[in-house]
């Protein structure tokens, strides 16, 4: 595998509080917090742990966001076979009525490894599948992301919901390692109450390069895995 893929990739996180663009429509506080299982860690079409523990706490005041996330994996078969922990802030605002904009910084903390930072601007939009586009930049690697997104939810009873999802994007390094890559989700969500939720889901990625499944012995281009979570919003 190439390392300038490797870069590339490890310098954004594949957390439940990606930098989508969002708008916060008031100025209250807000904390959430949660804690999902991945049977591998994928982000932006490239495995890094078999299996991994993802903990998250993201604080909300006005349209702006602080939140810190890590992932702590659980096999030897991994690409990076390390912890990350990462935090980031975000500002939100409105530009019409059916479209926001959203600029940020991220720090990657990598305990046994180089840290990295990166910055981003994006567009969401309020119309239907909540399309989504978004800019990164690690000023580090010198590698661009370009990612969209699309989603919806499809209510299945008074507190259970179907969530699909599809998101992909292109990643350009400085030298040769550039891919291409997509992800597919769907997840059955239940409300425990008013402020926590769990969920369970499968993913199924594709990859432009043989940078998925490690644990397999083979690296391929494609792989389908599976997550399960609980969040609570305060």
Known sequence: MKK?????????TASLFASAPAYAQDSDVSVSVSIDYVTEYVF????????AIQPGVELGFGNFTLG???STGLGSDSLADTDEIDVYAGYSFPLSDLVSGSVGATWYHFPDGTDTYEGYVGLGFDTALAP?????????????????????????G?????????????VTVDGPGDYEWAT????????INDVGSVYAGLNVTLNSEDVLNFSAGTPDDSLIWAGVGIAAGF
């Open 4 to 12: 300038s893929i490797i870069a590339a990739s490890a310098i954004c």
């Open 44 to 51: 932006r079409g490239v495995s890094f742990e078999d299996e």
């Open 68 to 70: 810190t996330w890590a």
């Open 132 to 156: 989504s586009l978004t800019a990164y930049y690690d000023v580090e690697l010198e590698a661009l992301t370009l990612e969209g997104g699309i989603g919806h939810s499809i209510p299945t």
């Open 158 to 170: 008074d507190k259970t919901s179907f969530d699909l999802g599809l998101v992909g994007g292109v």
């Open 184 to 191: 597919a989700s769907a997840a059955l969500t239940y409300a």
